[in-house]
Structures are given as structure tokens and as C-alpha cells.
């Protein structure tokens, strides 16, 4: 699973102890986080593009020792934004054991909600219907 996902479905409390890590390990806010519109551009079959509308986004920027770590979510995610750039402010920096740790932890987030997600599709397996056995022949 990719980082930004992990980070977009973790629970509150590992959000907090991401944001406690970082604190305590001097990722410094620059700028944000800030809620924006950004124009959404699609293109339709014929290669002509046009403006689909528009997002809801919210963005941050970080510094992590001489590193600067940017990030742009869709919705309104203040403090997930400000851990996406710090992600990407240390995984540019030289803090190897940093990146080990973060990279380890976001592992066994990810572990924990491929467990909750097989969970909930055993759960809803139960609900199907099969709708060839209820007709009568």
C-alpha cells in the first residue's frame, strides 16, 4: 500500500502519534495547512479537453533540516496534509533510521487495515443474496 493511502485511512490515533514523532523530531510548518479550489481538467473521447469543476483541496509545506517536504490533499485534511509533507521532507533528508522507523510503522498500519478491510468484506460475503436459488422452478 502506498504512502499516501495509509496516511489518508489510519486511525486518529496513529495520526497523533505520527504527528508527535514529527513534532519531537523538528519537522518545522512553513506554510499552511490552507484550503484552496483547484480546476479539474478532463479530456472526453474525442482528445478535446475541458474543465470538469472544481476540488476542494488543502495544502502544506514543511522543512525538516535543510529539506522541504510539500503536500496537496483532496478534502479538507488539515493535519494528514501536514504529515504527508513532513513524509516528504524526511524522505529526502539523510535520517536513515528516521525513514527505517516511519517505513516500519506505516507497514503495520497497513497490515492492521488489510486485516479491518477482509473483516468487512467476510462481513458483507454473508449478506449476498443469491437470487438463482430463490426462483422457483
Not at 533510521?97 to 467476510?122: H, I
Amino acid at each position: 500500500m502506498e504512502i499516501q493511502r495509509i496516511l489518508e485511512e489510519m486511525d486518529e490515533a496513529s495520526v497523533k502519534t505520527l504527528k508527535d514523532v514529527m513534532l519531537a523530531e523538528g519537522v518545522d510548518l512553513l506554510k499552511g495547512p490552507e484550503t484552496g479550489l483547484l480546476m479539474v481538467v478532463a479530456q472526453d473521447p474525442f482528445e478535446i479537453h475541458f474543465f470538469l469543476g472544481e476540488v476542494l483541496v488543502t495544502e502544506a509545506e514543511v522543512r525538516y533540516g535543510d529539506q522541504r517536504g510539500y503536500a496537496m490533499t483532496i478534502g479538507q485534511q488539515d493535519e494528514r496534509t501536514i504529515l504527508m509533507a513532513g513524509m516528504d521532507a524526511i524522505f529526502k533528508s539523510d535520517n536513515v533510521d528516521l525513514q527505517e522507523w516511519l517505513r516500519g510503522f506505516l507497514d503495520e498500519r497497513a497490515q492492521e487495515m488489510n486485516v479491518q478491510k477482509e473483516r468487512e468484506k467476510q462481513l458483507i460475503a454473508r449478506t449476498k443474496v443469491s437470487f438463482e436459488t430463490m426462483v422457483q422452478r
